[in-house]
């Protein structure tokens, strides 16, 4: 059933029965005329069914959009969106306005035209103050009937179709139940009014007796009326408040379990937390270790690299000296070419001087031969002869002697030479393995620096990693203190969800 074919029969049957309960009071009590209760009620009707038809047509397209955003929350609740909420809580708070104007109009104009229509009419005059009496008792009847469909269709009728698509709103039954007993007091005073005012328009010799059957009438109709409205109200709000109380008991149920379940969980994650927290502090600790291992190993890699460094200037000194050795046996080298040379051009000179010898040793000969041959007078000549040819043998046999120096000398510059060329080999051997072994310090001082630097970025990796470590380390230890708190709180809420189970289900 759609809110708006609710609405319409419950205004009808609430206006009309509260006209009828108000002619009751006026045709019966005041005017003494109890067949026009309902004989003579066409113009009262007429009146309330249009101002009944007006507020129906007002009422139809807030309760038109109410119903299509229900129906659209009934097939899929994440359909909804915040325009459709918004919509449907703009109509749930319009809907009163326009049935306000309707019964506080239509028991004005309706049930309180009683006094202006008898004087019409000429059957009693007008008069003002029964004229007030009658319209102040219409206005509590038509509050009561606007409580009582604002009541069922509002705050019952709307407010669960809302609740089942998730839209939530408030609604203080306790409250209209408050107004309600509010406006049958204000109604039962001004209905017992209604007694005397008649005794006192119309006069009679049995007047008390008449009082008293009209008070007891007036009593009777009205506690009923009252009782019925009172009865009807709560057991609405009875009604209402099983069904939340089933709902709150469930839902107290399952906070229970949940809270029991959190409380359990919570334990554990603050069991793994402390592990955690142990394990990060065993952590700290081998990580404190690495980092003073990498130190050292830092402080190791720097030696290693100023010690690369000085035997690296070392050889770059012994390949300096090598290079100066090498270019000194090099001029050696040269020098004694240069002085083989030298020794070939003496032989030159020997051949000379050793031609010149046999020539002189020949011509000394020829001269002693001549000398013999000239008697006494070639004697002096002979010596000098002899002298020649012995200088000649001397210088022969010089020759001989210094043919073997020579010799000797070339066969000791030749070994030199060759000596030298083999230290000249052995010193360019040592200085390509110099040059092997600088490239070797190179790649090692390379190396060294490398892992220096890789030692220092490590250190400094640590460095950071024993910042995040202890902060993570405090950061968890707050975490375990808020996870054992937690659990104190999920234990006191698990506690209360028991007591509230127990309470919903006094309820």
């Known amino acids: 059933m759609t809110t708006f074919r609710f609405f319409v029969p419950l205004i009808f049957a609430t206006t009309y029965l509260g006209i009828f309960f108000l002619r009751v009071f006026h045709y019966g009590f005041i005017y003494e005329r109890p067949s026009a209760i309902i004989f003579e009620c066409i113009p009262t009707v007429a009146i309330s069914f249009f101002l009944i038809v007006s507020c129906a047509l007002v009422e139809k397209p807030i309760l038109s959009r109410f119903d299509k955003v229900i129906k659209k929350g009934k097939k899929d609740k994440a359909s909804l969106t915040k325009e459709d909420v918004a919509t449907a809580l703009d109509s749930y708070k319009k809907f009163d306005i326009a049935i306000a104007a309707g019964d506080a109009i239509g028991f004005l104009l309706g049930a309180g035209s009683t006094a202006i229509l008898e004087a019409v009419k000429g059957i009693s005059p007008f008069e003002p103050l029964v004229f007030i009496i009658i319209e102040l008792q219409s206005v509590g009847v038509g509050f009561l009937c606007y409580t009582l469909n604002v009541f069922l269709t509002k705050k019952i009728l709307m407010t669960n179709k809302m609740r089942e698509v998730g839209i939530e709103v408030s609604n203080n039954l306790s409250r209209n139940l408050t107004i309600a007993i509010a406006t049958c007091v204000y109604i039962s005073l001004m209905n017992m009014i209604t007694v005397p005012i008649n005794l006192i328009k119309h006069p009679s010799e049995q007047g008390f007796s008449k009082f008293l059957v009209y008070a007891l009438i007036g009593a009777v109709l009205t506690g009923a009326v009252c009782f019925a409205i009172y009865s009807l109200l709560i057991r609405k709000i ?172 070339q066969k000791t510059s030749d070994s030199l030479i060759l000596d030298s060329e083999k230290g000249t080999r052995q010193i360019d051997s040592g200085y390509e393995s110099i040059q092997s072994l600088e490239s070797g310090f190179k790649s090692i001082m390379d190396s060294s620096n490398s892992t220096a630097d890789s030692s220092h970025e490590i250190q400094d990796y640590v460095g950071q990693f024993t910042s995040s470590s202890e902060q993570i380390f405090i950061t968890l230890k707050q975490l375990a203190d808020g996870i054992e708190n937690l659990s104190a709180v999920t234990a006191n809420i698990s506690n209360s969800s028991e007591s509230v189970r127990h309470i919903a289900s006094l309820l």
């Not at 906070?255 to 334990?267: D, F, G, Y």
């Not at 065993?282 to 050292?296: M, Q, Y």
């Open 238 to 409: 009875q009604k209402t408040e099983r069904e939340t109380s089933s709902k709150l008991l469930l839902e107290t149920e399952t906070l229970a379990n949940a809270t029991k379940e959190s409380a359990e969980t919570s334990q554990n994650q603050s069991t793994a937390v402390k592990e955690i927290v142990a394990t990060m502090q065993d952590s700290t600790v081998l990580v404190g270790n690495i980092s003073e291992k990498i130190r050292h190993v830092t402080d190791l890699a720097e030696k290693s690299c100023e010690a690369v460094m000085s035997g690296r200037e070392a050889l770059q000194n012994n390949v300096n000296e090598l290079l100066s050795i090498k270019n000194t046996n090099q001029l050696t080298i040269e020098g004694i070419k240069e002085l083989n040379k030298k020794i070939a051009s003496i032989w030159d000179i020997v051949a000379i001087i050793n031609v010149v010898a046999d020539q002189t040793k020949i011509i000394a000969f020829n001269a002693e031969l001549e000398a013999s041959s000239s008697g006494e007078a070639g004697k002096n000549f002979h010596i000098v002869a002899t002298e020649i040819r012995r200088l000649s043998d001397n210088i022969i046999d010089s020759l001989k002697e210094i043919k073997e120096r020579i010799t000797e000398i």
